[in-house]
Nanobody
Framework: VQLQASGGGLVQAGGSLRLSCGAL????????MGWFRQTPGKEREFVAA????????YYADSVRGRFTISRDNAKNTVYLQMNSLKPEDTAVYYC?????????????????????WGQGTQVTVSS
């Protein structure tokens, strides 16, 4: 499956953005989905995830209460609604997919448990 992330941009602190992750080639309902982010010189870090079967969600402590992950299977898209953005949220955001043919994702916060990755979209939050 090919993932395409979009929706990044420049926003002032306190503002909002909604990232989208669309898929080509296969229905996203077959995948557990995650969002990760990376800043220069740092490792990619977990942001949020949503399972394919129950729709359970997981969040990093740093974004819980501000970010919301959701999925619209009819549109074959996963979203990351980001509110109350802070300068430290500045990063390249990546969406990722775990194929449920391997079973439900057991470690949604773990990068290597995902099989496919999008190209990333830049989010910049100015102070």
């Amino acid at each position: 499956v090919q993932l395409q992330a979009s929706g990044g941009g420049l926003v002032q602190a306190g503002g909002s953005l909604r990232l989208s992750c669309g898929a080509l080639g296969r229905a996203l309902s077959n995948y557990g989905m995650g969002w990760f982010r990376q800043t220069p010189g740092k490792e990619r870090e977990f942001v949020a995830a949503i399972t394919s079967t129950t729709g359970s969600t997981y969040y990093a402590d740093s974004v819980r209460g501000r970010f919301t992950i959701s999925r619209d299977n009819a549109k074959n898209t996963v979203y990351l609604q980001m509110n109350s953005l802070k300068p430290e949220d500045t990063a390249v955001y990546y969406c990722a997919a775990h194929d449920i043919i391997k079973g439900s994702i057991s470690r949604p916060r773990v990068e290597r448990d995902y099989d496919y990755w999008g190209q990333g979209t830049q989010v910049t939050v100015s102070s």
